[in-house]
């Protein structure tokens, strides 16, 4: 709880900014209640000091044993053949580049039934060391397996920073880390740098419309999700040769209060998954109706693309939540991307802004979405998407 000194003017100030109605004026001086959360923005606004956040006290705790940059390699079942995801790739590009900033190693860390077959495409990718760890119990993702295997190792080899990609696993088990070895963690982040050997971990805030820079100076390691397609994917070092470590760490006994009874495989008739897809074809409130989005999955069939959709198409029911592109959603990075009948809201361009194409359709001439597309065309969807679809087929013949 905040602190306030004798000398408290009680001239209300501080009752005025604080943001959760945390102070109220007894007898004219400042008093706190169960709802401080000590945020501090009482203390810059008293024009007498008479307000503090409480002293830590203690010696500051010595950081230096934490030494390197992990990622948190997610692995993707292709064709009965496990491979990395590519936002772990992107992970350990970005990686490299921080432990260079650092002067530390860059580390991956694998854990599943039997792996193996793509170290060397790991090392490719910046890697220096590959922490594995399998067995069948790693088979099947499962949150107090994979987190105990992730705790043993941080306990073990003490980190300076964690990455994880915020996919449903890495939301997942992120979390559930951070919590057991008391650290923060930064969720979503846009962007990574190093200032004064810090991670610097930039995320939007406020509905997209700041972007935050968060550090987390007196704690290791330091942790943050990182969106899938926001940063480059690149081959650092090509023929490298990574260190692998074998860890064999067994399977928490908690890990059996969860267990798979069947699996159910959805078939999905999109090409690819919408984040990794080179074309993908998106709709909105302009399409009024989930059956017209029957044109959208035409197009992306005889584009070999997918299909996505703002969150006001979701609202509405026309496609499933893991059809959203944007800030609550998925981040698409494809060489071409189409927006129909998107008015082109931050919380939507801020998942599709950094595609190579964009082609907006929109009835609306001064939609926010034509200031980010490379070609717009203003008009009724209805009336051009047929033709749309019709001149593609007849350029496939």
């Not at 074998?246 to 928490?252: G, Q, T």
Request: contains cysteine; glycine residues 10%.
């Amino acid at each position: 709880m905040i602190q306030i000194a004798q000398n408290c003017v009680g001239c209300g100030k501080c009752v005025s900014v604080c943001p959760f109605g945390a102070l109220s004026l007894v007898n004219r001086k400042a008093v706190a209640n169960s709802s401080c959360t000590m945020c501090g923005a009482c203390v810059s606004q008293c024009p007498v000091k008479a307000l503090s956040l409480p002293q830590t006290g203690g010696a500051a705790k010595d950081l230096s044993a934490y030494k390197g940059v992990w990622v948190f390699v997610e692995l993707l079942a292709e064709r009965g053949v496990l491979k990395p995801r590519s936002v772990s790739l992107e992970l350990l590009t970005k990686g490299r580049e921080l432990a260079n900033q650092l002067g530390e190693d860059l580390c991956a860390v694998v854990i599943g039934k039997a792996n193996g077959g793509y170290f060397a495409e790991l090392a490719s990718y910046g890697a220096d060391k590959i922490y594995n760890v399998e067995g069948p119990g790693y088979a099947d993702y499962n949150t107090e397996a994979y987190a105990n295997a992730m705790i043993t190792l941080i306990n073990k080899y003490k980190p300076s920073i964690v990455l994880f990609p915020s996919t449903y696993v890495g939301r997942d088990l992120s979390p559930r880390i951070s919590a057991e070895i008391f650290v923060g963690l930064t969720a979503d982040c846009t962007g990574l740098s190093i200032k004064e050997g810090n991670l610097i971990q930039t995320r939007p805030a406020f509905g997209g419309n700041i972007m935050a820079d968060i550090k987390c100076p007196n704690h290791r390691p330091q942790m943050a999700t990182v969106r899938p397609n926001v940063m480059p994917k690149q081959v650092t070092a090509p023929g490298k040769v990574a260190q692998v470590i074998n860890e064999p760490i067994a399977v928490s006994p908690k890990a059996a209060k969860v267990r798979i009874i069947s699996k159910e495989i959805e078939q999905n008739q999109e090409v690819e998954k919408l984040d990794e897809a080179k074309i993908v074809i998106s709709g909105g409130r302009g399409l009024k109706t989930a059956e017209n989005f029957e044109i959208l999955n035409e197009i992306a069939a005889e584009l070999g693309g997918a299909v996505g959709a703002s969150r006001a198409a979701i609202d509405a029911g026309w496609k499933p939540k893991n059809h959203q592109v944007g800030q609550s959603g998925v981040t698409v990075k494809p060489k071409l991307y189409m927006a129909c009948g998107i008015s082109g809201a931050i919380q939507h361009t801020v998942g599709m802004q950094d595609s190579d194409i964009i082609i907006a359709i929109n009835k609306d001439a001064s939609a926010p979405i034509f200031n980010f597309c490379k070609y717009g065309i203003v008009g009724d969807i209805h009336q051009i998407l047929p033709k749309v679809l019709e001149g593609i087929k007849k350029a496939k013949k």
